[in-house]
């Protein structure tokens, strides 16, 4: 059933949903149909969205897999848990003119270690499996 997967994956998609009604609301204040028009705050909706739909996927794939090769769940949970954490604070960064700034950088950072630990945990599976 992969419930560790299925609540990483359930919450990721309230947040998706979130950036998505962002945008929207975005496109609403400044008037813009299509692109960013003029506004830099368009285009940080835009991009927390278009990132999120970017990399969420594959390390959401990755950590299914892991579950599905039998990886321990504290690693599991670190991975999708990190994911989780980091996509918050990068879609938090984003909005914050001031860059670099910590929301952004450690949300960025959180990412990439739950891409690294997943796609390693994953790694570890296929060989052992040989």
């Known amino acids: 059933m992969l419930p560790i997967t299925l609540t990483y994956a359930g919450l990721l998609g309230l947040l998706f949903l979130l950036l998505s009604v962002w945008v929207v609301k975005r496109r609403a204040q400044f008037k813009v149909m299509i692109g960013e028009g003029e506004a830099p705050q368009m285009l940080?909706?835009?991009?927390?969205h278009g990132n999120?739909?970017?990399?969420?996927?594959?390390?959401?794939?990755?950590?299914a897999l892991c579950e599905l090769a039998g990886s321990a769940p504290l690693w599991l949970h670190l991975g999708g848990g990190m994911l989780l954490l980091g996509r918050i604070l990068h879609a938090i960064g984003i909005q914050q003119p001031?860059?670099?700034?910590?929301?952004?950088?450690?949300?960025?950072?959180?990412?990439?270690?739950?891409?690294?630990l997943l796609s390693l945990l994953a790694l570890q599976a296929g060989i052992s499996a040989r």
């Open 44 to 48: 940080a909706a835009i991009r927390a």
């Open 52 to 63: 999120f739909a970017e990399y969420v996927p594959l390390t959401l794939l990755l950590l």
């Open 98 to 116: 001031k860059a670099p700034n910590p929301a952004r950088l450690f949300g960025t950072l959180l990412f990439w270690g739950s891409l690294a």
